[in-house]
T-cell receptor, first 109, second 117 residues
Framework: KNEVEQSPQNLTAQEGEFITINCSYSVGISALHWLQQHPGGGIVSLFMLSSGKKKHGRLIATINIQEKHSSLHITASHPRDSAVYICAVGGAGSYQLTFGKGTKLSVIP | NAGVTQTPKFQVLKTGQSMTLQCAQDMNHEYMSWYRQDPGMGLRLIHYSVGAGITDQGEVPNGYNVSRSTTEDFPLRLLSAAPSQTSVYFC????????????????FGPGTRLTVL
């Protein structure tokens, strides 16, 4: 079973700061997802990666397949970015996703 | 599109009661799944389906049943509720079934908060 570790568990930042959230996994994968869970509980998909880098607005996600590591970066953070960010991985030949425990981000004005 | 809908939003059960959590999607997605989310733990897969008529167990299937008679609906049944099933339940769907299911963007419902007394 793949083990997914996220760091840090909790992160407090000042508005405008550059933020990095890390995700490491133990077994080779075919896809990695970054998800955002709002304070109200809803979950939305941010990125799906199998290699390289993706950018959407102020969010950037990278993955290093050899090192089994992914990062989610938020540039010019804003209080509305406050949420739990969740990493999930899918293995080749498997239907199932394995989720990390999430990183709780609070951005203070 | 309404996306993925779940009912009810909240439910309180007594130990031993049964109930069905409803999940529906209007995006013609092949892959649907049920997860539970508990404090301090990641989302855990209960059951999933790669298409109508096809279901399989996930990581934590005990105490739950599912069926997939149509593409749109994927209900989760609690057979005899136990306090250990107190959790928040999420239904999710994605466009493609088969082994590529997890390669695709996941669409989540709003969740059902279940308390078993």
């Amino acid at each position: 079973k793949n083990e997914v570790e996220q760091s840090p568990q909790n992160l407090t930042a000042q508005e405008g700061e550059f933020i990095t959230i890390n995700c490491s996994y133990s077994v080779g994968i075919s896809a990695l997802h970054w998800l955002q869970q709002h304070p109200g509980g809803g979950i939305v998909s941010l990125f799906m990666l199998s290699s390289g880098k993706k950018k959407h607005g102020r969010l950037i996600a990278t993955i290093n397949i050899q090192e089994k590591h992914s990062s989610l970066h938020i540039t010019a953070s804003h209080p509305r970015d406050s949420a739990v960010y969740i990493c999930a991985v899918g293995g080749a030949g498997s239907y199932q996703l394995t989720f990390g425990k999430g990183t709780k981000l609070s951005v203070i004005p | 599109n309404a996306g993925v809908t779940q009912t009810p939003k909240f439910q309180v059960l007594k130990t031993g009661q049964s109930m069905t959590l409803q999940c529906a999607q209007d995006m013609n997605h092949e892959y649907m799944s049920w997860y539970r989310q508990d404090p301090g733990m990641g989302l855990r897969l209960i059951h999933y389906s790669v298409g109508a008529g096809i279901t399989d167990q996930g990581e934590v299937p005990n105490g739950y049943n599912v069926s997939r008679s149509t593409t749109e609906d994927f209900p989760l049944r609690l057979l005899s509720a136990a306090p250990s099933q107190t959790s928040v339940y999420f239904c999710a769907s994605s466009p493609r079934g088969g082994l590529a299911g997890h390669y695709n963007e996941q669409f989540f419902g709003p969740g059902t908060r279940l308390t078993v007394l």
